[in-house]
């Protein structure tokens, strides 16, 4: 009797949970979720074809993005505008949990869309759905067929099962609407690409694009959720040339995902005047020569190294594909107990997580792509390697879903990736003492000088090299052999400032918090880059001091 009474209070309390979330919705978001849960229930009964399975698991996910543009160029607008396109994404599983078409290419084909495509209400949304399923369905059954033969023909046993079935989660989030002062927008484009401009530079352009994402989602399973994303992110990029006749455009990226977080409009033209000074130093900078040793890597510079631990602990379920030497798997799947890091590093991945030294991250989810409640993850610890994040589909090392299933594979599966990964050191440095550590360490090693990593256009990067006796630092640009594995064991110091890193991939959004750091065994090697002509006529002294 206790039993069924604390089960009696348990529904009920559910019941007052959804429906003070389901308060929070308007019309329109009503309208939408039952267009794709009539549609759902329609594909779940009535897609079949003659001696093959229903789908067995589906998921609905719709994205009508606005998004407004702003362009300037030294002082000028270039650009303003506002575009509406929504976006979709479907997850389509046939076969059972035990086998399905998951995981496997080729890759499944479909449709762009446009604006046009289908419009917010019930009739467009159910129509769309409509079409689009049955194109994934007769894709999926192809996808299921093609992988059952290449694993006969390669003598492969299903060891793990495909899927497996969660407690259905909800989320609702209020929406933030998407109306802003453009002309507030502007003014910031023109002041900033102004302020950020001198005589020395080629060019200095500033773009901002501010991008409203909600995303409806629902599954087969029952989960559902509207999550309310936008995000505002302010580049500024600069054009020079170095005295040897190279052309190089640098940029610096401010993301946020608050309002709230954006500076005032006299700061960010402070920063775009700090941006420009620091490209006209290393404009100065000369071809480094070969080089093999510490290196300090500053601001965002550190997300080179991260995206090598962020690659290896993502796609933890492999992938078949006809192409045997086309692999998604990442290189620590199997590393679980393994020093794989630095020891006196920490790593935790956080979707639960909505702030970080009140700044809002890009990475906050509460129910992932396949409807599962969001855990943190102590990805390592002291360097060892404890745990990975894992979807549905079930491996060697997973025998459930920890919630990061965070983004789509070709349309049939969800595959597993981080979302706010963050390195938390033991011991750290004071920011002010960072330098002066390095240059002690470079001396240690005997050498001469070491480099410091301050920013890239890609495949050059600029910086400076610190004399590790006197401490003067002379502009460098030359080329970063990338990082591995190997380089995050070699990680030896960090600074006690914490960056963080807002980014987005379609509509996943990811945040990297990460102080600068100081690592052994770095290499370097000149550019190989040829320069342009240099300029017949350089610019007037009068016009330099403008």
Not at 369 to 379: N, P
Not at 381 to 401: D, M
Not at 467 to 492: H, N, V, W
Request: hydrophobic letters at 35%; a positive charge.
């Amino acid at each position: 009797m206790k039993k069924f009474l604390l089960g009696f209070i348990c529904f009920v309390l559910n019941l007052n949970i959804f429906a003070m979330a389901n308060q929070s919705l308007t019309k329109t978001d009503k309208e939408i979720f039952a267009a794709m849960q009539d549609e759902m229930t329609r594909t779940l009964k009535q897609l079949k074809m003659d001696k093959f399975a229903s789908p067995y698991f589906v998921t609905y996910k719709i994205i009508p993005y606005t998004k407004y543009s702003f362009g300037a160029n030294q002082g000028v607008l270039t650009r303003s505008t506002k575009t509406f396109y929504p976006d979709y994404e479907i997850q389509l599983r046939v076969g059972s949990k035990e086998e399905d078409n998951s995981f496997f290419l080729p890759a499944l084909k479909l449709p762009d869309i446009t604006d046009d495509y289908f419009a917010l209400n019930y009739e467009s949304i159910r129509k769309f759905f409509w079409q689009i399923s049955d194109v994934v369905y007769k894709n999926a059954l192809a996808q299921l067929t093609e992988k059952q033969a290449y694993k006969k023909n390669k003598n492969l046993n299903q060891k793990y099962d495909d899927f497996s079935f969660y407690p259905a989660q909800e989320y609702f989030d209020t929406l933030t609407k998407p109306v802003i002062d453009q002309t507030y927008w502007q003014k910031i484009a023109k002041i900033t690409s102004e302020k950020g401009l001198t005589p020395e530079l080629e060019e200095f352009k500033t773009a901002i694009n501010i991008t409203f994402m909600p995303s409806y989602f629902i599954s087969s399973r029952g989960s559902k959720y509207l999550q309310d994303k936008y995000f505002i992110n302010i580049t500024f990029m600069a054009k020079g040339r170095l005295e040897d006749g190279f052309e190089f455009n640098l940029d610096k990226t401010l993301s946020y995902n608050d309002f709230k977080d954006v500076p005032s409009d006299l700061e960010l033209a402070k920063q775009a005047q700090n941006f420009a000074k620091e490209v006209l130093f290393l404009q100065k900078a000369k071809k480094v020569d070969s080089y093999i040793g510490p290196i300090l890597l500053e601001g965002a510079q550190t997300l080179n190294l991260m995206k090598v631990l962020q690659r290896e602990i993502s796609y933890t379920k492999p992938v078949y594909s006809n192409n045997n030497n086309y692999s998604l798997e990442g290189s620590f799947t199997n590393k679980i107990g393994l020093k794989v890091f630095s020891s006196g590093f920490d790593v935790i991945d956080e979707p639960l997580r909505k702030t970080f030294d009140n700044k809002k991250l890009a990475g906050y989810y509460e129910i992932d792509e396949e409807g599962v409640k969001a855990q943190k993850l102590q990805i390592i610890e002291n360097g060892i390697l404890k745990e990975l994040p894992f979807t549905s589909s079930l491996t060697k090392n997973n025998s459930k879903s920890n919630g990061h299933a965070r983004d789509y594979f070709m349309f049939s599966s969800a595959f597993a990736e981080p979302s706010n990964l963050i390195l938390l050191a033991h011991k750290t440095i004071a920011e002010e003492d960072f330098t002066s550590t390095f240059k002690e360490f470079c001396a240690t090693q005997g050498l001469s000088a070491c480099p410091i990593i301050k920013a890239s256009d890609g495949k050059t990067f600029f910086g400076v090299m610190l004399d590790s006796k006197t401490g003067q630092k002379t502009p460098i640009y030359g080329e970063l052999t990338p990082f591995d594995t190997r380089s995050l064991r070699d990680i030896k110091y960090a600074s006690d400032k914490m960056g963080v890193y807002n980014n987005i991939s379609g509509s996943v959004g990811y945040s990297v918090i990460v102080p600068d750091l100081i690592v052994d065994n770095g290499e370097i090697n000149p550019s190989n880059i040829q320069p342009a002509r240099k300029p017949l006529v350089k610019k007037l002294k009068f016009l330099q001091e403008k």
